[in-house]
C-alpha cells in the first residue's frame, strides 16, 4: 500500500483539490468518485447528490472544509491543503467502502491531521476513485484555530501503512529509510502515456545523469556528456556567482508555455544533488591516484572481486562506497555490452540503483580504482574482444551484489535488500547470456585427454571438498582449456590453478569451474614467465603434486 502526501497553497487550493478529486480526471479515469469517509461522518457527498448539482455540492463541501481556513485570514499558513492519495497493490483483494473509510481514518489519525478522538482536530474527506485507491485531503488548519502537529508525518504515514498491510492481508511493501528516488507522480505517467513514451522525463533524467555522473572524469565532462544525450542543465548561482545547485531537463519536454520542464538533481534522487555529483567526481580527477596502465577489464574485475571483502571487513562508509561504485558500473556496463544482453544489464543497474544509496555516509575515495577501470572500459568498449572480459567482470559482480544483499540485510535496509535480490535475476540473465558463447568456444578447444588427467588430478589433491563439482560442471573443458593456453604462454599449470584457487574460496561460487576459468584467464592474461622461470616451471611440474603439498591448507576466504 503506497501512500504519498502532497501540500497545496493558495487562497483556491481546496477549491482546486476537491474539483480534481471530484472531476473526470486527466484521462477520464475518475468513474465513480464519492466519499467513503471525513471528519463528521456526514460531509456533503458531490459524487452522491441526486437532488442537486454536483458543482453546488461541491462549493458546499469546500466552503466546510476551508472554514477554519478562513476563520484565520491573513494568518492562514502558506500551505492550506494536505492531499494524500492511498494505493493498494494490483494483486491485492478489492476492499470495501467501509474498509477503506477505516484506512483512511488510521492513516488521517498517524500523520497528525486527526488524531482519534480529537473533536478539535482539522476537517478531512477521503474519495474512492477506484477499486484500488482512495485520496483522502484536508485542510491544514484546525478546527480551533491551531496548526496539526504533523512533524515526519510522511514517515508515520508509512509506519502505518506497513501495518495496514499486515492487517488486510494485503502486499507488503519494505520500510524505507528516507534515501529512495522520487516515483514519477500520475501527471508525469499520464504525459508520458499521452506522448507515446516508455518512461516518464524523471526516469530517463534519472539514469542520464547517473550514466554522466559514472562516465565523467571532472565536472567539465559531466556537463558535456548531459549535453550530447540531450540534457539542458540550469545551474542554481549563489551572490558570489558560485553554482550552489543545477536542475534538468529533457530536450523536447515541455510545458504548457512550451516552457522547458526542469527537475533538481536531488528530486530524481538524493544523490544527484551537485554538492553529491562533485564529491563523486573529486575521486575521478587524476591528480590523487594514478591507475596503473593495464588491461581495464582486469582491474575492473580485480575491484570488483574485492568487493565482498569490502562489504564484510571495512567499516559502513567504505562498503557504502563500494556499493556506490558498483552501481555505477553498472550503469555503464549497458553501454559496452552486445545487444542480446543490453536490455537485462540496463534492467539490473536500474534495480541496483537502489541499493547504492542508505542512511551511511559513502566513502567514493575507497572505490576510486574500479571507478576508473569502467571510466577505461566505456572509452574502449572494443577491448572485450570475445566477451571474455564482459563475463568475467560479470561473475564477480554476481558475487558482489549477493554479497551486498546480505550487507543490506543484517542492517535492516529492506528496500535495498529487495533492489539487490531483483538486480541478481536480471544480471544472472545477462551473464548467462554473455558467458555461455564463450565458454563453448573455449570448450572446443579442450586439450588432450592426458593434460586433463593431469589437471584433475592436481585439482583433487588441492581442493578435495570441491574436485568432484569442479569435474562434473559443464564448464569443465572450459577450463582444461584456460590451463593449456595458460601452459601455452609459458605459466606453470599448477602454478596458476593453486593462484586461482587461493585467490578465495569457491564456497560461495555458483558454479566453480566457471570462477576457476574466469580467474585462470585473467592471471593466464598477465606477462608469461621469462625462460629460467619458465624451466623452473618445468621441473616444478616434473614433482609429483602429492610431494609438492603434503599438507596444503584449504584456501580461505580473504
Known amino acids: 500500500m503506497i ?27 475518475h468513474v465513480d468518485p464519492h466519499l467513503v469517509a471525513s471528519w463528521n461522518g456526514f460531509a456533503p457527498d458531490p459524487g452522491r447528490s441526486p437532488h442537486r448539482a454536483s458543482k453546488e455540492v461541491e462549493a458546499q463541501l469546500v466552503a466546510q472544509l476551508d472554514q477554519p481556513v478562513k476563520m484565520l485570514g491573513d494568518k492562514a499558513p502558506k500551505y492550506t491543503v494536505w492531499h494524500c492519495p492511498v494505493r493498494a497493490a494490483p494483486e491485492d483483494p478489492i476492499l470495501t467502502d467501509a474498509e477503506w473509510a477505516n484506512i483512511a481514518r488510521r492513516i488521517v489519525a498517524a500523520a497528525g491531521i486527526a488524531p482519534e ?13 477506484a477499486d484500488d485507491h482512495i485520496h483522502i485531503a484536508a485542510t491544514l488548519v484546525r478546527q480551533d484555530g491551531r496548526r496539526p502537529q504533523r512533524d515526519y508525518d510522511q514517515r508515520a504515514v508509512q509506519r502505518e501503512a506497513r501495518r495496514i498491510e499486515v492487517d488486510y492481508e494485503l502486499r507488503r511493501l519494505k520500510p524505507g529509510d528516507g534515501t529512495a528516488a522520487k516515483h514519477p507522480t500520475s501527471k508525469e505517467h499520464f504525459k508520458a502515456k499521452r506522448l507515446g513514451q516508455d518512461a516518464t522525463s524523471r526516469d530517463v533524467l534519472r539514469l542520464r545523469v547517473r550514466r554522466a555522473v559514472a562516465a565523467a572524469a571532472d565536472e567539465v565532462e559531466f556537463f558535456a556528456l548531459l549535453e550530447a544525450t540531450g540534457v539542458t542543465v540550469r545551474l542554481k548561482l549563489g551572490p558570489s556567482g558560485d553554482a550552489l545547485g543545477c536542475n534538468f531537463a529533457l530536450s523536447g519536454d515541455t510545458n504548457d508555455k512550451d516552457e522547458p520542464v526542469f527537475y533538481a538533481g536531488s528530486t530524481l534522487a538524493p544523490d544527484l544533488s551537485l554538492p553529491q555529483i562533485r564529491r563523486r567526481l573529486a575521486t575521478t580527477t587524476p591528480e590523487p591516484v594514478v591507475v596503473r596502465p593495464g588491461n581495464p577489464w582486469h582491474q575492473a574485475t580485480a575491484a570488483t572481486d574485492r568487493i565482498p571483502h569490502h562489504l564484510t571487513h ?23 555490452a552486445p545487444a542480446p544482453a543490453r536490455a537485462e544489464l540496463e534492467r539490473a543497474a536500474v534495480a541496483f540503483e537502489r541499493a547504492t544509496r542508505s542512511r551511511v555516509a559513502a566513502d567514493h575515495a575507497s572505490a576510486r580504482v ?30 558482489a551484489v549477493a554479497y551486498a544483499m546480505h ?29 555461455e558463447p564463450v565458454l563453448a568456444d573455449l570448450a572446443s578447444r579442450t586439450p588432450t585427454p592426458q593434460a586433463k588427467r593431469r589437471y584433475a588430478h592436481h585439482l ?36 596458476i590453478l593453486d593462484q586461482a584457487l587461493s585467490h578465495r574460496s569457491l564456497n560461495d561460487a555458483h558454479s566453480p569451474a566457471r570462477a576457476l576459468t574466469w580467474r585462470i584467464r585473467r592471471l593466464g592474461d598477465r606477462h608469461a614467465p621469462g625462460p629460467r622461470a619458465q624451466a623452473a616451471n618445468r621441473r616444478h611440474t616434473a614433482v609429483p603434486p602429492t610431494a609438492r603439498h603434503p599438507q596444503e591448507p584449504l584456501p580461505r576466504r580473504r
Not at 470 to 490: H, N, R
Open 460 to 495: 583433487q589433491q588441492a581442493v578435495p571438498q570441491h574436485g568432484e563439482r569442479v569435474l562434473t560442471d559443464p564448464a569443465w573443458d572450459a577450463l582444461a582449456a584456460v590451463l593449456a593456453e595458460a601452459e601455452a604462454a609459458g605459466h606453470s599449470a599448477t602454478t
Open 3 to 29: 501512500p504519498k502526501i502532497i501540500l497545496g497553497k493558495g487562497p483556491q487550493a481546496t477549491r482546486r483539490t476537491i474539483g480534481y478529486l471530484f472531476g473526470k480526471g486527466r484521462a477520464n479515469e
Open 117 to 129: 478522538d480529537d473533536e478539535e482536530a482539522c476537517r478531512w474527506v477521503a474519495v474512492r476513485h
Open 407 to 435: 550487507w543490506h540485510r543484517t542492517r535492516q535496509h529492506a528496500q535495498q535488500q529487495a533492489a539487490a535480490e531483483q538486480s541478481l535475476v536480471h544480471l544472472q540473465a545477462a551473464y548467462a547470456e554473455i558467458a
Open 314 to 336: 571495512s567499516n559502513d562508509e567504505a562498503a557504502q562506497g563500494q556499493l556506490a561504485a558498483l552501481g555505477e558500473a553498472l550503469d555503464l556496463l549497458p553501454l559496452t
Open 370 to 399: 574500479l571507478r576508473r577501470s569502467v571510466q577505461a572500459i566505456w572509452k574502449a568498449p572494443e577491448g572485450h574482444g570475445d566477451g571474455a572480459g564482459l563475463a568475467m567482470l560479470l561473475d564477480v559482480a554476481l558475487t
